[in-house]
Structure formats: C-alpha cells, structure tokens
C-alpha cells in the first residue's frame, strides 16, 4: 500500500504571546489534503493569528508550523515569498485595492510574483472572475461593489496563483445571511473543483457547519477539541456545547478552564 499524502499544514506546539498577553498556549492541529477545517472560538481568541502565522507573518516564540514539508519560520525570505505563491488568502474586509478596478486586483498577485504577460494574465483573470460570476464587472472600482461581490472578487484573487491552500479570516463577516450563504455555497464548489485544501477562520456557527468538513475549537489558546464536522455537533465538551448553542450558560462565561476537557 502506497503511503497517505502528507499533511497540507501542521502546527506543533505552537505558543505565542504578545507582551504579556498569551494568545497561543500550546496549539498542535493538522490539516489533511482536500479538508475545509473550520477554525472556531471567541472574538480575540487568535483565531486570525493563526492564520498570519502559517503565512510566516509572525514567528511563534516556541514550537513548529508546516506547509507540506515546510518548516514556515525556518524558510530564508526568498524561499518563503516561493512557498506563499502555493497559499491563497481571502480577507475578512476582501482588502481590494480602491485605486484599482476589480481586473487589476485580481492580476496583482501575476504581476508581481510571476513573469506572464498581459495576455495570459488577462486569460488567468477572466477565467477567475467567470468562476466567481463577476467577468461582467472586471473594468468597476471596488467602490461600485456590494459586499458580497467585493468578497467573490478577493476570492477570484485568492485562486489565480493556483494555490494548494486557501486561507479564509471570516468570510462571511458583515453579509446578511442570504449573500452570506452565497458566498459560503462559491466557497464549497471553488475548491472542490480547484482541489484545494482549505482553513476557514469563523466564529458564525450556520456558515461554519455549512462550509466545514472538520472542526477546532480554540479556547484559552488550546485547541480543545478537532474532529469532522458531524461529532461537534454532539461533542461532550461543556466549552464546545455551549459555543455552539450561544448558551449564557456554562464555562466561558465564568471563565473556568477547570470546565474544559483538553484532548
């Protein structure tokens, strides 16, 4: 029997603090190929900084994170530019350009780490922008966009590289539920059709369980539970069970980490 694929990224024992604040505490998680694992907990929890540190944004002060068999705070800078060509980003605000139309938003990751010319970057972007049904607007400003059709561009820009992972920081922040459901639907068919691996930062509990086919849960700067999708449903964990239910009742509230069951 042929080995398993490696993991598209791993943390080990990450820990990371900012002053005196500790915002990581001890955080391992895998990411297997082809999974949209759901990254969940509290605003402020760190969520997002995990996030910057698989990008190699930030260095965890202790421990390890890989992408396939990367050690990201190890890569010299030319190498870690070589390797974040391979990771898409989708931002919780989109993070367009307002000084450049949706066409060239989208090319700019061509233009600047690639040597294509015009011709095959316009091919590259309309083929992206026709993907998220927006070809018809490549010559707008961003400022002539509604939200969701802002967050569909930023994601025709994430999959213009090609990459193996994209890395979603609440996709569905600031859509009402309709267009919020629209975008978590392009998320799920984009990268089953792109065969891309996938980490989604959310604390919306109705996008989280639409999109996710695994889950986390970031508490006190511990994973304290990952596993599919359908388990955190009926997970055991007072911290996850409460989380999901919106409860004023239970451990986070009190802030108890005596209530939490770390695994």
Same mark, same amino acid.
Do not use: M
């Given at each position: 029997m042929s080995a398993p694929p490696p993991d598209v990224v791993e943390l080990r024992d990450v820990r990371l603090s900012f002053d005196e604040k500790v915002v990581l505490d001890g955080v391992s998680l895998r990411v297997e190929p082809l999974d949209r694992l759901v990254i969940m907990g509290q605003s402020g929890s760190g969520k997002s900084t995990i996030l910057r540190l698989i990008l190699g944004i930030l260095p965890p002060d202790k421990g390890s994170i890989f992408f396939k068999q990367f050690e990201i705070s190890r890569l010299n800078r030319r190498k870690l530019q070589q390797v974040r060509t391979q990771i898409g980003m989708v931002y919780?605000?989109?993070?367009? =350009?307002? @000084?450049?139309n949706v066409r060239d938003n989208v090319? =700019?990751? =061509?233009?600047?780490?690639?040597?294509?010319?015009?011709?095959?970057?316009?091919?590259?972007?309309?083929?992206?922008?026709?993907?998220?049904? =927006?070809?018809?607007?490549?010559n707008e400003a961003p400022s002539e966009l509604s939200g969701g059709m802002r967050k569909r561009v930023s994601l025709a820009r994430a999959l213009v590289m090609e990459p193996e992972l994209i890395l979603f920081d609440e996709p569905s922040a600031?859509?009402?539920?309709?267009?919020?459901t629209v975008i978590d639907e392009l998320i799920i068919s984009l990268t089953e059709r792109s065969q891309v691996t996938s980490i989604i930062v959310t604390h919306e509990m109705d996008s989280a369980f639409r999109v996710g086919t695994k889950m986390a849960m970031l508490y006190h700067g511990k994973?304290?539970?990952?596993?599919?999708?359908?388990?955190?449903? @009926? @997970?055991?964990?007072?911290?996850?069970?409460?989380?999901?239910?919106?409860?004023?009742?239970?451990?986070?509230?009190?802030?108890?980490?005596?209530?939490?069951?770390?695994?």
């Open positions: 919780q605000y989109s993070a367009l =350009l307002s @000084s450049r090319a =700019l990751p =061509l233009e600047e780490l690639t040597k294509k010319t015009r011709a095959e970057i316009d091919r590259i972007v309309d083929e992206k922008l026709e993907l998220v049904g =927006l070809l018809d607007s490549k600031g859509l009402d539920p309709v267009i919020a994973i304290i539970e990952q596993g599919e999708a359908a388990a955190f449903k @009926s @997970s055991t964990n007072p911290v996850v069970a409460q989380f999901l239910s919106g409860s004023t009742e239970g451990p986070i509230l009190e802030g108890s980490k005596d209530a939490v069951a770390t695994k």
